[in-house]
DNA sequence: ACAATTAGTTGTAATAATCAACTATTTGTA
DNA sequence: TACAAATAGTTGATTATTACAACTAATTGT
């Protein structure tokens, strides 16, 4: 009996729940988001310092004209504003506006409660293990891309 | 403290380790596959019975435009091949050929290499309780997936 | 002062996904 | 039996996403 490859354990997984998600937000928000686009709002707004689009490339392994566009998308419907970098005029900086912190939270609220539901019933020395597992496999993932790019 | 949104930490996840076995595959296979037509692949394989273009849309969750666009695409690269169903002349049979069981031997062995490093270091109970939630997670998105369209 | 680098932008092309409309076949039922 | 409904697959059109390359403007390093 051959193991199944992980990807595909977890691709499933990840299918079954962003579908339902998806279900969910296009159900009950009227700002039409990805879930792509609600991950980099959120990423904007949790992160420390002010982002430039060259941070959220690098954050969302993706094309910075990738971001670009995502961002052009954000800002026509008024969740973020760019700003030119006052000492790096090169640079731009992103931020998120009320009604994008207002969209930020209707879109968590889902999430939370979708969560909630997935996971209710597990243990909870299960669900710390699941965390445990989830980030080795990321730093590792990561890792690997690190050496790879240097 | 807030906590994170599963789909976000996840996602992570998975965005890393996509996107190193995509570089893995690229480097190291002619084929040039997404992972999903990989994915596609290794389920018809692994059915029990012979499988319709209807059967892998439910399954991989798509339109079934798509399941045949992506059958399209592998039947030119001669990895699977069409038959009409003998009993109901509206199905096709899908069908993994020769070279494509090459192929998934090629692409696997590649993701259990992959896998070996990423879950390196990690102890049997711990991967046993991520998978017991990633099953857990699958089946009840699943599950709340199957009640939203009855 | 000038080459190299960096951030962002634009054009373009490839890919992927979905929706609706259509054909052919089968199933159910009046 | 005949005909409506459902099913599997196909096609066309549209949309969105992504990446790549070429470009501009600004900054850094020598």
Do not use: W
């Amino acid at each position: 009996m051959r193991r199944k490859p992980l990807g595909m354990i977890v691709g499933g997984m990840m299918s079954a729940m962003f579908r339902e998600l998806k279900r969910r937000t296009s159900e009950r928000t009227d700002s039409k988001l990805t879930i792509d686009q609600v991950g980099l709002l959120y990423a904007i707004s949790q992160n420390d310092r002010d982002v430039t689009q060259q941070d959220m490339a690098e954050l969302m392994l993706k094309d910075k004209s990738s971001i670009l566009r995502m961002i052009d998308s954000l800002e026509n419907k008024e969740l973020v504003r760019r700003a030119v970098d006052r000492e790096d005029r090169r640079k731009n900086q992103i931020f998120v506006t009320k009604k994008g912190e207002r969209t930020i939270e209707q879109y968590l609220q889902i999430e939370f409660e979708l969560m909630d539901e997935l996971l209710d019933g597990l243990s909870a020395d299960d669900l710390d293990a699941f965390y445990r597992v989830v980030n080795h496999i990321r730093t590792r993932a990561e890792g690997a891309l690190f050496c790879a790019n240097s």
